[in-house]
């Protein structure tokens, strides 16, 4: 069973940067995507980025796009979200996900394993 373990979180200010890491144990070749997801304080979880973990493709919310950036290292089984530019509207904790189907999905049914999250703060 695939472990997903997030660091990176903090308090920043607005128009700052983070990095987000997840450290992903037991990553196989069934493991075909990984994602970001974040769920600020009253409202749902929703879709920041995925990517393929194989290939390296990537898909992005509107909301995001431009400002952060989803990669992963293979060898080390690490996923990363930059964050650059940070709002205060992306103030939430963010989870990384990973999926053993094919394709890509930026919904929270398309993932099978999540990690704990860790708490991102925008002050303004």
């Known amino acids: 069973q695939v472990q997903l373990v997030e660091s990176g979180g903090g308090l920043v200010q607005a128009g700052g940067f983070l990095r987000l890491s997840c450290a992903a144990s037991?990553?196989?070749?069934?493991?075909?995507?990984m994602g970001w997801f974040r769920q600020a304080p009253g409202k749902e979880r929703e879709f920041v980025a995925a990517?393929?973990?194989?290939?390296?493709?990537?898909y992005y919310s509107d909301s995001v796009k431009g400002r952060f950036t989803i990669s992963r290292d293979n060898v080390k089984n690490t996923m990363y979200l930059q964050m650059n530019n940070l709002k205060p509207e992306d103030t939430a904790v963010y989870y990384c996900?990973?999926?053993?189907?094919?394709?890509?999905?930026?919904?929270?049914?398309?993932?099978?394993?999540w990690g704990q999250g860790t708490q991102v703060t925008v002050s303004s």
């Open positions: 037991r990553v196989t070749s069934s493991t075909y995507a």
């Open positions: 990517i393929t973990w194989t290939a390296g493709l990537t």
């Open positions: 996900a990973a999926r053993k189907r094919g394709g890509i999905s930026s919904r929270q049914t398309g993932y099978d394993y």
